[in-house]
């Protein structure tokens, strides 16, 4: 059974529209994260968080908010999406953080028209 | 800051060849260095990670040694298959901080021919 799960696996959302990409854990991590994948750019860091009803800012959190309302729960959410955020989006987990795996869910592919 | 540099894609080899994907890194703390790997639709998973410097990692076939006075953690295989094709992270994580995050390489495509 995956241990991370991403929900939707696709979804095609307007220019200005609201987007929210969920993520659920089952590894009972303490850590998960926010990435996004672009050709060229590899994985990019957007949030993370270490406890539930906390957040932290990565490197490219511009225009992106996210949610951990309980541990196994992790949302991002596109407020006015925008055409530059087409993109692939990854949710991992992790058990302690900076020197331990993380484990990816299987993506969420998101196109903004 | 930390960050990681790895060799740019895509790399294209036949069947059998040897392969070697750079990666250096940058960093004022105790690094874990970690390669992933990412299959086509696939999110990354880990390949192997190696805590402490001078080590060997290995799984797979692949293999890369933390090199600490050279800042680097080169991923090698002797003989690659078809069926390696994917993309290649080198991944640093910094165990002195507090933030838990993993700092990626821009990843590398490697395309192996029959």
């Known amino acids: 059974e995956a241990a991370v799960t991403q929900s939707p696996r696709s979804k095609v959302a307007v220019t200005g529209g609201k987007v929210t990409l969920s993520c659920h854990q089952t590894n009972n991590h303490d850590y998960m994260y926010w990435y996004r994948q672009d050709t060229g750019h590899g994985l990019r860091l957007i949030h993370y968080?270490?406890?539930?009803?906390?957040?932290e800012k990565g490197d490219i959190p511009d225009g992106y908010k996210a949610s951990r309302p309980s541990q196994e729960n992790f949302s991002l959410i596109l407020e006015l999406a925008s055409l530059s955020q087409t993109a692939v989006y990854f949710c991992?987990?992790?058990?302690?953080?900076?020197?331990?795996?993380?484990?990816f869910g299987p993506g969420t592919r998101l196109l903004v028209l | 800051g930390d960050s990681v540099t790895q060799t740019e894609g895509p790399v294209t080899l036949s069947e059998g060849t040897s392969l070697t994907v750079n990666c250096s890194y940058e960093?004022?703390?105790?690094?874990?260095l970690f390669w992933y790997v990412q299959y086509p639709g696939e999110g990354p998973q880990l390949l192997f990670k190696?805590?402490?410097?001078?080590e060997k990692g290995s799984n797979r076939g692949f293999e890369a040694t933390y090199n600490k006075e050279a800042t680097s953690f080169h991923l090698q295989k002797a003989s690659v298959q078809e069926s390696d094709s994917a993309v290649y992270y080198c991944?640093?994580?910094?165990?002195?901080?507090?933030?838990?995050?993993?700092?990626f390489g821009a990843g590398t495509q490697l395309i192996v021919i029959p």
């Open positions: 991944a640093l994580g910094d165990r002195g901080s507090a933030l838990g995050r993993l700092h």
């Open positions: 991992a987990s992790s058990p302690q953080g900076a020197g331990d795996t993380q484990y």
């Open positions: 968080s270490y406890v539930a009803d906390s957040t």
């Open positions: 960093t004022k703390q105790y690094p874990t």
């Open positions: 190696v805590p402490k410097a001078n």
